[in-house]
């Protein structure tokens, strides 16, 4: 699986953040690979209404309906038609004790939950709250030209073989075909992107590379 993370980067908010999520669909569809989508929280209902890939939110709270002002809770990322979330994005921070309720809550609701993990440190805890799949990105890499893939190929052995039956991404720096194969050879099962596809000249043809890295890696 492709993770395409929007951010809150100015190409991909509303009627951009439509048009990336309909090429992500119509690259998935043609390339066969899946494709997701997490756009900004205000994008979520437009886009889970429009696409048939899975849409993620890029946070959540773990609260419920009542006084929680500003709070992105579980049960509206359903109700929008998303259908789950990245969960302690680097970028996005969660405590401990609210990722493993988050991780409940998503699991109460038939919601994904992806966990991301930034060094190999954190790792244990969070897979002890049973995630649906960890997320690894080292945050120097992130938004800079050199992949995880290459830069950290110790780290995505690791986390795969401590991670067990928990299915593991990894993401940073991910831009080419080739980015995507030597991760999926070290036995991740997909990757996380943002800036090597919101922020590409081309994003329809930055996505076809990395759909290939799939099909290379199974040579
Ligand atoms: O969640 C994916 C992201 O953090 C990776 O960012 O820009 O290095 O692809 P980027």
């Not at 609701?109 to 993990?117: N, R, T, Y």
């Not at 795969?160 to 991910?174: E, M, N, W």
């Not at 919101?198 to 290939?212: C, F, H, I, Y």
């Amino acid at each position: 699986m492709i993770i395409v993370n929007f951010k809150t980067y100015r190409q991909a908010l509303g009627k951009g953040a439509l048009r990336l999520a309909l090429l992500c669909e119509k690259v998935s569809k043609k390339s066969g690979i899946s494709i997701a989508v997490a756009p900004q929280s205000v994008d979520l209902r437009a886009i889970a209404a429009r696409v048939d890939i899975p849409v993620l939110a890029q946070t959540a709270d773990p609260v419920g309906f009542g006084a929680h002002t500003g709070a992105l809770i579980p049960q509206a990322i359903l109700d929008s038609g998303a259908n789950g979330a990245l969960i302690n994005h680097s970028e996005r921070p969660v405590p401990l004790s609210n990722i493993e309720e988050l991780v409940k809550m998503f699991k109460k609701l038939g919601l994904i939950s992806i966990v991301c993990a930034g060094s190999a440190r954190a790792e244990s805890r969070l897979l002890g709250f049973s995630p649906d799949l960890l997320a690894i990105e080292p945050p120097e890499l992130i938004g800079g030209k050199v992949s995880v893939s290459k830069a950290r190929p110790d780290l995505i052995e690791k986390s795969v073989k401590r991670a067990g039956s928990v299915p593991v991404l990894c993401g940073a720096g991910v831009h080419t075909e080739k980015d995507v194969s030597a991760a999926l050879k070290l036995g991740a099962r997909g990757v996380l992107v943002a800036s090597g596809v919101v922020k590409a000249r081309n994003p329809e043809q930055a996505l076809q590379s990395l759909a290939r890295g799939f099909h290379k890696a199974r040579e």
